[in-house]
């Protein structure tokens, strides 16, 4: 007893106690800084150069985001980027918060439904994708133009016509984000009191007036995660564009990422390429913190 009083009180023990934690980080910290934060500073150093491979770099200042920013590809990118966010996000919320509610209760079957639901989470995006693009095949063989032909519609194009491909990469993406979207709504319907509903039912409210005035007031912080990480995940995408119209067809479905793979890869053009990513970091990163700091505000 009289020990341990002794080694509370000693100075440089509790200076020794508060650097474990770090001790402990150390390994992590350092393999994130040589392969994650470097290599991001190495990025935003080459955007401010003209890279030559095989011969020195040449410094051109803001040349490259010059470039980037007048780049009507860019442009038409950011805007198929903003179509595929906004429709995924919203398309996958309102789908997943039926299912939450529908898998809402303690029997044995939910969970195995609500595991169920969540496998397409775990999928690798490159087979996910793989799948999808069997199941889009234009032709007359293909799973859902089969699948159209005993409705007696016409056969579809999906993925190789440009007016349809980004609404079946929307598609695509909602089937990858509605298990993570209901798993945060399960855990958000859970958290409401449940003596709201009893209150609202005893005052004569009907189902969708408990839905409007309790669900959906209990949900706001689920829906924050929920569009906060969807916003970041949409403005990201990149394998499942890549592997499945590659940007294409004539560019119908080339978002912000596709664009600095093919400047940095396909171009060679690492500067434009670099500065692009910092761009994209910088406006994800400034449009995250004002998402955040206007729902803090409405929260007040």
Known sequence: MTQTLSMASDPSQKRWTQWVPWLFLAPALLVFTYFKFIPMLRGLEMSFYRVNLGAPNEWIGLENFETVLSDPNLLAAIQHTLVYAVATISGSAVIALFLAMALQGPARHLHILRTAIFLPAVTSAAVMAEVWRVLYSPTPDGVINSLLSWFGLAQQG?????????????????????PYD?????????????????????????????????????????????????FIRGFRVFTEIYATTGGGPAGSTDVVMTYIYKQGFTELDYGVAAAASFLLFAFTAVATLAFLAWQRRRSL
Do not use: C
Request: proline fraction near 6%; charged fraction near 10%.
């Open 158 to 178: 999906f993925l190789s016509n440009p007016h349809q491909a980004l609404p079946a990469l929307v598609v695509m993406g909602m089937w990858k984000a509605i």
């Open 182 to 230: 209901t798993v945060i709504f399960v855990a958000g319907l859970a958290g409401i009191n449940s003596e709201l509903y009893d209150a609202a039912s005893v005052d004569g409210a009907g189902f969708w007036q408990r839905f409007r005035h309790v669900t959906l007031p209990g949900l706001a912080p689920a829906i924050k995660v929920i569009a906060t990480l969807g």
